[in-house]
Every structure is written in structure tokens, then in C-alpha cells.
């Protein structure tokens, strides 16, 4: 089985994979304060919840854009897993051109979902995350990474508002009833929830224009759904494509290296 795991600033996701089959995934809180032992202890005990064995366990693959964690879960994974995991980085077989300017610039999740959308949709197509930052990447009809675009995620926004404004209180990023708010929480939650609808629609439409063809377009991370849900320029809501993604660049460069 593989063992994939995507540390954002946020979340990190753990996915168990049989094969093609995704059989488990978690998520827990980002914190840089924890130590191997404490994220090795709370992944046991979540794979216990799973009935995974940790003895089935004997591949693995990480993307990290939080750097200090990264050689944490290296040797959490070689201390209790005994498993060299592949970590998604400058050098590794992708499948695909990086057309980025520098493509070391592109996070690791970013060639992930890359990877998996191409994979799985076929090109033109677009990816948005709904993550900590609300990010879109596009990849061409012929699989070349092109591009993309980084807005603040709406928990950002909504954070913002609170510290920088006086008067402005801390609010759940949630759906209102409409547009105009008549008071002071629905109207915040209408300037973000609609704002971010109409950012979406705006970018995606920039981005299939200057792609050149009828791009589709899949939404991931913990806000897809309910962006979607608002607007019609979301073909498809993929929860777990970073995992599909880690997946697949395991495959290839484990394929490369035998």
C-alpha cells in the first residue's frame, strides 16, 4: 500500500492507497510545533480507526509547502513506517512540461493537482483550490503546466477584515441568504462569499480565453463545493485530487527508477 501525504499551511490530507484504490484519507491541522513522533503517533491512531496496518504500509510519497515539516515527515515515515518516501520536488518526473518561468517556484501541490487533472479530465483544463489561498493553475491541451493565478482563500479574507478593521468582528466564511446584508455579519459574509463567486467566474473566464478552447474546470479543497454550488463554471468538484496527483508521480518515478 501507498501512504500519500499533502502538507498545506492549513490542513495536511493522508491518503492510503491499494493499487488505484484511495481506501482512507484524514485530514488533521497544520502545526509546525509538532514533532515526528507526535504526527507518526497521530496517523497510527488514525489508521487503527481505518483498519489499515501499518505493516501493509510500504510505499510513500509526500508534497509539503510548509519546509520545516518536510524532513519531519521524512523521518516519521523511515522511523515508523520504514518506508524512503518520495518527496515532490525540483528534479522529480512529472509527465509534463513546467512552463512557469521558474519551476521551482510551483509548489509541490500545484504539480500534484496539475498531474491528476490532466490525468483524469484531459487538457485545456483548469484547476481551482480552495485552500488556505484560492489558487488556479492551467494546463494546456498537449499537458504543459502553463500558469496560474493566487488570490487570498476567503479564511484569509475573512481574518483580514477582523484584525485590520476595528469594528469588524470575527465571522463564520459562510453562504447568506442574499446579497444584501441587513446586518453587519451578513454583510461581511455577502462581500466574501458572493465576492469570491464572482472572482471565480472572472479568473475562469480569463483563463479559458487565453487558453484558447472550451477549458474544464475542476474545483478542489474545503470551499469547492459550496462556491460551486453558486455558480455554474465548476464541472467538477474533486476532493481528493492531490491524492490521485501524489499517486501518480509516485508511479512514475518509482516506473523510472526500476
Known sequence: MLLAVDIGNTNITWGVF?????????????DVRRQADEYAALAM???????????ALTEGVISSVVPPLTPRFTEAFQSYFDIRPLVVGTGIKTGMRILYENPRDV???????????????????????????????????????????????????????????????RIEVARPKQAIGRNTVESMQAGLFFGYVGLIQGLVARFKDELGGSAKVVGTGGLARPIAEDTKVIDVIDPNLVLTGLRLLHEMNTKAGR
Do not use: C
Open 107 to 169: 509548489g509541490a501541490d500545484r504539480v500534484a493537482h496539475a498531474v491528476a487533472a490532466y490525468a483524469l479530465y484531459g487538457g485545456p483544463v483548469i484547476v481551482v483550490d480552495f485552500g488556505t489561498a484560492t489558487v488556479f493553475d492551467a494546463i494546456t491541451g498537449e499537458g504543459d503546466y502553463l500558469g496560474g493565478a493566487i488570490a487570498p482563500g476567503m479564511n484569509i479574507a475573512a481574518e483580514a477584515l477582523f484584525e485590520h478593521a476595528s469594528k469588524l468582528p
Open 18 to 30: 491499494q493499487g488505484e484504490e484511495l481506501r482512507a484519507t484524514w485530514r488533521m491541522a497544520t
Open 45 to 55: 491512531t488514525l489508521m487503527s480507526y481505518h483498519q489499515v496496518e501499518r505493516s
